[in-house]
């Protein structure tokens, strides 16, 4: 066998037009913003769940990383139409770049596990931890340069706490579409 053989097979035209679209989604879903008190939601999470769930963990995972390459090189494409290096480094930033821990966890479990119903939503779950984890991780540590009385409960207070409902709704809703839309796709 050669190693042309044994590498991963290509992305398809098909494929790489699923995965622009997915990523067109995630960023229109991140400039949705629901207000809720003094919080403010958006539908990011829900387009990273619905591209895992729909694409699989390949292609979602490609599709999460164009999205944050499209932001990263300055493209409005993060939530209040803004884009660039700063966006990332800021405090909120690390939430985004977990994202890709979510999809990379995502891929691997339904990797081994295979992709049933429960196995994909148990493996967005754990990405969704992931995310929460390292993007906390993050937040504490911009925070931890200019004001050094936040600690790691007021984090999760802001940060977490207030967000686990709502997305777990999002990871349900993704659930749920992403099942009748994977009908429609090759």
Do not use: E, H
């Amino acid at each position: 066998m050669t190693s042309a053989n044994m590498a991963a097979p290509r992305l398809r035209t098909l494929d790489l037009a699923y995965i622009a679209l997915f990523s067109v989604l995630i960023a229109v879903c991140a400039w949705i913003s629901l207000p809720v008190m003094t919080i403010s939601f958006t539908l990011q999470t829900f387009a990273v769940f619905a591209a895992l769930l729909t694409l699989g963990g390949r292609r979602g995972t490609y599709a999460v990383l164009v999205y944050l390459l499209l932001g990263l090189v300055g493209l409005p494409v993060f939530s209040g139409f803004q884009g660039g290096p700063g966006v990332l480094l800021g405090a909120t930033g690390g939430y985004i770049i977990g994202f890709v821990a979510t999809a990379l966890l995502y891929w691997l479990i339904t990797a081994k596990l295979g992709t049933s119903l429960p196995v994909a939503a148990a493996a967005c779950v754990l990405g969704l931890a992931a995310c929460y984890a390292f993007g906390t991780v993050w937040f504490l540590k911009v925070f931890s340069m200019s004001d050094s009385s936040m600690d790691l409960s007021k984090a999760l207070g802001l940060c977490v706490t207030p967000f686990i409902l709502p997305d777990l709704c999002k990871l349900a809703l993704a659930v749920v579409l992403s099942q009748r839309v994977k009908k429609f796709l090759k």
